[in-house]
């Protein structure tokens, strides 16, 4: 089975600071990492993913994760955040053992003051 | 591309009433779709996966008679929620994926939000 630890519940962020949103997995196989966000009273959409590959990935609006193995972690960090980032984060991870399932995390809750 | 729609984004019934939620991909032929259940401040649960053309396999602890889910064309799939209750308001959310796209990458739809009086 594969589960996902998200270690802060919530992260208040003074504009144009930088921000780290930390989420360690559990799984004995190979898995898929995600990253989403989700603004309120709507859907998520996908920030960015691990499959393989470079162990740093890149996603939008200036989000970025580094997939560390050893450390079964998967954090996301951006170097300055605007009050538009205010949402809620959530990791996810999903493999070839679970028909593709996502898991999702807690969430995170980012409040960005000015 | 990649789009997914749900209808509507928010119902108000009563008790008793069954309410009908469809989830649409725009623009890729959906070979599955997920349904998830999101509670105030918390994370999503997946209730159901639907693969076109079959019959849905439900979570453990979701009841398939309450939660109805047809998935009859690449494109649609809906989730009814048969004699609503007040614990069964929610806000519920739908995803899908494709063979077309890129991994079995799930897009979600932008959420309905259910309040049963």
């Known amino acids: 089975a594969q589960s996902v630890t998200q270690l802060d519940s919530q992260v208040p962020v003074f504009e144009e600071a930088p921000v780290e949103l930390r989420c360690n997995y559990s799984s004995s196989v190979s898995v898929y990492l995600f990253w989403y966000v989700q603004y309120p009273n709507q859907g998520l959409q996908l920030l960015l993913k691990y499959l393989s590959g470079s162990t740093l990935v890149k996603g939008i609006n200036g989000f970025e994760a580094e997939f560390n193995k050893s450390q079964t972690s998967f954090h996301l960090r951006k170097p300055s955040v605007h009050i538009s980032d205010t949402a809620e984060y959530f990791c996810?991870?999903?493999?070839?053992?679970?028909?593709?399932?996502?898991?999702f995390g807690a969430g995170t809750t980012v409040t960005v003051r000015a | 591309g990649a789009v997914v729609s749900q209808h509507p984004s928010r119902v108000i019934c009563k008790s008793g009433t069954s309410v009908k939620i469809e989830c649409r991909s725009l623009?890729?032929?959906?070979?599955?779709m997920f349904w998830y259940r999101q509670f105030p401040k918390k994370s999503l649960m997946l209730m159901a996966t639907?693969?076109?053309?079959?019959?849905?396999?439900?979570e453990q602890g979701v009841e398939k008679d309450k939660f109805l889910i047809n998935h009859a064309s690449l494109t649609l799939s809906t989730l009814t929620v048969t004699s609503a209750h007040p614990e069964d308001s929610s806000f519920y959310i739908c995803s899908a994926s494709g063979r077309e796209l890129s991994y079995n990458e799930q897009f979600f739809g932008p959420g309905t939000r259910l309040t049963v009086l």
């Open positions: 623009d890729f032929q959906a070979t599955t």
């Open positions: 996810a991870v999903s493999g070839p053992y679970n028909d593709y399932k996502l898991s």
């Open positions: 639907s693969n076109e053309g079959s019959k849905a396999t439900y």
